[in-house]
């Protein structure tokens, strides 16, 4: 089984960037094992990719999206500079130049009820300012 599970040893940003990166490479040599098995059972005729066609490397013209919170901005660019250096990597090896291609991006769901919450805050005080005296008047 094949699970997308990543269990981090704690929950910084950068740990859990690492288990990211860790858990991609991972799941690339299970890949492997598999077409193995597969092959040995069924022969060559099937489309499982090899763990060459599953690296780092292939994250390159990427768009990440995230939360907004630092801690998700964070992550997302630490792990976004792990894969940088794996193309980057792999771009000397081949003795080509790299340009930056990773795209990071917030999640407009969340970014939405970031605005949307700053919104009602600063509309709550407006109107509390407006409204102070009938509001007092009121028996909660």
Same mark, same amino acid.
């Given at each position: 089984?094949?699970?997308? *599970?990543?269990? %981090?040893?704690?929950?910084?940003?950068?740990?859990?960037?690492?288990?990211?990166?860790? !858990?991609?490479?991972?799941?690339?040599?299970?890949?492997?094992?598999?077409?193995?098995?597969?092959?040995?059972?069924?022969?060559?005729?099937?489309?499982?990719?090899?763990?060459?066609?599953?690296?780092?490397?292939?994250?390159?013209?990427?768009?990440?999206?995230?939360?907004? *919170?630092?801690?998700?901005?964070? !992550?997302?660019?630490?792990?976004? #500079? &792990?894969?940088?250096?794996?193309?980057?990597? &792999?771009?000397?090896?081949?003795?080509? #130049?790299?340009? %930056?291609?990773?795209?990071?991006?917030? *999640?407009?769901?969340?970014?939405?009820?970031?605005?949307?919450?700053?919104?009602?805050?600063?509309?709550?005080?407006?109107?509390?300012?407006?409204?102070?005296?009938?509001?007092?008047?009121?028996?909660?």
């Amino acid at each position: 089984m094949l699970s997308s *599970c990543i269990f %981090p040893e704690d929950e910084r940003s950068k740990t859990v960037s690492k288990a990211i990166v860790e !858990t991609i490479k991972e799941k690339a040599e299970l890949l492997d094992r598999w077409r193995d098995v597969h092959e040995d059972m069924y022969g060559m005729m099937h489309d499982i990719p090899s763990s060459d066609d599953m690296d780092l490397t292939k994250f390159k013209g990427a768009v990440v999206s995230s939360d907004g *919170c630092n801690a998700a901005r964070r !992550t997302s660019t630490n792990t976004v #500079e &792990a894969f940088e250096a794996a193309i980057e990597a &792999a771009a000397a090896e081949e003795g080509e #130049e790299y340009e %930056p291609l990773i795209v990071i991006v917030g *999640c407009f769901h969340h970014m939405r009820n970031v605005w949307i919450g700053a919104l009602v805050k600063h509309l709550s005080k407006y109107l509390n300012g407006i409204l102070h005296e009938d509001l007092s008047k009121i028996n909660f």
